[in-house]
Nanobody, 118 residues
Framework: VQLVESGGGLVQPGGSLRLSCAAS????????MGWYRQVPGKQREFVAS???????DYNDSVKGRFTISGDRLVNTIFLEMNSLKPEDTAVYYC?????????????WGQGTRFTVSS
């Protein structure tokens, strides 16, 4: 599975941004896709996920601000982020796994970075 993220950049606090992750390759076995994020010196952190049945899950720190969605016709997931905070600054990685809950394993994209700063 190949995962390609896009949508990073610079945004002001309180602003919005949308990340995309396009999947290609052999996908029939993929059950869940989602996002992790990582800042230097810290472990990669789960952000949000969506299953092929459209069941979503979120890190408590982003609930109410981030929305994950998917378009199965184009094998792409999106992460709509609102009310962004400086602490959301990170490299965001797309992840795909065969299980109903992401395990921090499986296939990864190359990451897309965005910065929340005034």
């Amino acid at each position: 599975v190949q995962l390609v993220e896009s949508g990073g950049g610079l945004v002001q606090p309180g602003g919005s941004l949308r990340l995309s992750c396009a999947a290609s390759g052999t996908l029939f076995h993929i059950y869940t896709m989602g996002w992790y994020r990582q800042v230097p010196g810290k472990q990669r952190e789960f952000v949000a996920s969506i299953t092929k049945l459209n069941v979503t899950d979120y890190n408590d720190s982003v609930k109410g601000r981030f929305t994950i969605s998917g378009d199965r016709l184009v094998n792409t997931i999106f992460l709509e982020m609102n009310s962004l905070k400086p602490e959301d600054t990170a490299v965001y990685y797309c992840n795909a796994d065969v299980t109903a809950k992401l395990r921090g394993m499986g296939d990864w994209g190359q990451g897309t970075r965005f910065t929340v700063s005034s």
